[in-house]
């Protein structure tokens, strides 16, 4: 019986407490990825963009066991978020002038060649809208501030707020690269009140 692999118990960095900001060191880490723009509430684009990752996810990891014998758990969808004013995710809440990445965590053993052979099976069965803007890509965060938010993904501001304007600058320290949010719960099965989402924020020396 070939072992199951779970990221998520694995991995220091998808572990996070409520409400309690914490200083880690990320791994250097592939993903399937998807870049958009606007309100995620009401963008047909973010949309596509979940449903082009999920088909290539699971048939990679078929494969994988297949093939390698090597078999683990599909992680959760990621998100990486910017705009030209931060403060679009904390104060205001324009959500119109957000950029993302949709994001799923992939084994470093799922090469270019193994992901190119999947996004070819998944086109040829139900081709989805946005599979062509798919690519296979590493992150690198280095040293990150996160939490765990549980609650409506409406009600991060105040969390946000805190981890940026005060949580940072009291570890001497500078906000760098992009707002990353982990869903651990499946929006669609979980009232919105029982949403647990990781917060992460990349950092640098101030």
């Known amino acids: ?5 779970d990221f998520k118990k694995q991995l220091d960095c998808y572990q996070a407490k409520r409400n309690a900001f914490r200083v880690i ?3 250097t880490l592939q993903y399937l ?3 958009g723009h606007g309100d995620p509430n009401t963008s047909q684009e973010f949309a ?3 449903a082009a990752l999920y088909p290539i996810a699971y048939k990679l990891k078929f494969a994988s066991k297949k093939e390698l ?3 683990y758990v599909v992680m959760p969808l990621e998100g990486l978020w910017w705009s030209d004013n931060m403060d679009t995710f904390t104060s205001a809440r324009d959500k119109s002038q957000w950029n993302w990445t949709l994001m799923i965590m992939l084994p470093d053993w799922i090469d270019a060649q193994m992901f190119d052979a999947t996004v070819e099976k998944v086109a040829a069965a139900d081709k989805p809208a946005s599979l062509d803007k798919v690519r296979l890509q590493t992150l690198d965060e280095g040293t990150c501030v996160q939490t765990l ?3 409506s993904y409406d009600d991060e501001a105040a969390i946000l707020e805190q981890m940026h304007h005060q949580f940072i600058p009291a570890q001497n320290a500078r906000m760098t690269g992009k707002h990353h949010e982990i869903y651990l719960s499946d929006f669609r099965k979980t009232a919105p009140e029982k949403l647990r989402t990781i917060l992460r924020q990349p950092i ?3």
Request: aromatic share 0%; hydrophobic share 40%; glycine share 14%.
């Open 25 to 27: 060191e990320v791994p």
């Open 204 to 206: 640098s020396a101030g």
């Open 33 to 35: 990825m998807v870049d």
């Open 48 to 50: 596509d963009a979940a």
């Open 1 to 5: 019986m070939t072992e199951k692999i």
């Open 69 to 71: 014998g090597r078999d």
């Open 149 to 151: 938010h549980v609650g």
